[in-house]
């Protein structure tokens, strides 16, 4: 019989992984690392409780090798022997479902300590930094709570390029256009992908703004182009390709530049 796992969830390297990146928190950015020390500090406290008890759970798991168990009407001295044994198994079983259960409470735990380290990354404004740790949270089988981190991850990256998203028309100079395409890549990585044909619409007029500028400078315009299509409103429809054009144009307006 082979031994149980690390834990009844998961492996030992997917349970490190969020203390692993808060250890590279902690020993990055000193001013950042101080505002997010907290949290950083207890999802390392309760990932040790959790290897602690995982570890308790594997030493008393069970042992290879067949147990003795008389049958009725054996000598009174194996009898004996075996009643041993089994109050020791019913022993050895009892704690080892403790320890199980401590390795799951334990884990539980570093989960939720790893929300809260999550939004305050997301206050901080490190969405690289929670995107990492969601990925983290999805890789160990916590795909609900990746889940929640990344809805949250959402609504703060979009909060964070409202104002940019919506002063974008048809009449940008250069630099407000390389600000809205920096902001629709941001937007296009962190949100769910049913908000793409919201999205895909500003495409439209970030298009347009371009086209007249190629127009303005007396660019000629090849025929590959799909600015043109886009700002009439081509992909308006298509959501699904909403990054693919978002690169198209932004490739021909770095051109200009």
Request: a negative charge; glycine letters at 8%.
């Amino acid at each position: 019989m082979t031994k149980p796992a690390a834990s009844p969830y998961l492996s030992l390297r997917q349970a490190v992984r969020p203390a692993i990146f808060a250890h590279q928190l902690l020993a990055g950015d000193a001013e950042r690392a101080g505002e997010l020390a907290a949290e950083c500090e207890e999802l390392l406290l309760l990932t040790r409780e959790l290897l602690k008890a995982a570890g308790q759970a594997r030493i008393l798991g069970p042992e290879p090798g067949p147990v003795l168990s008389p049958e009725p009407g054996a000598l009174g001295g194996l009898g004996a022997l075996g009643g041993a044994a089994d109050a020791h198994g019913a022993d050895r079983d009892a704690r080892l479902l403790d320890a199980y259960a401590d390795a799951g409470m334990a884990w539980a735990r570093v989960v939720g300590s790893s929300m809260a380290l999550g939004r305050a990354l997301l206050e901080a404004g490190a969405t690289e930094d929670a995107r990492r740790l969601a990925g983290f949270l999805a890789g160990a089988g916590e795909e609900s709570a990746a889940a929640d981190l990344q809805a949250e991850l959402a609504k703060a990256v979009l909060a964070a390029h409202q104002e940019q998203l919506k002063g974008i028309n048809n009449k940008m100079p250069p630099e407000e256009i390389e600000k809205s395409i920096k902001a629709l890549r941001a937007v296009l990585l962190e949100v769910p992908k049913d908000l793409n044909r919201d999205v895909n619409r500003l495409l439209v007029p970030l298009a347009a703004s371009i086209h007249a500028i190629m127009r303005e400078r007396d660019i000629e315009i090849p025929y590959s182009s799909r600015v043109e299509h886009i700002a009439a409103g081509g992909v308006a429809k298509y959501p699904d390709i909403v990054t693919i054009s978002l690169d198209e144009i932004a490739a021909e307006f770095e051109g200009l530049c």
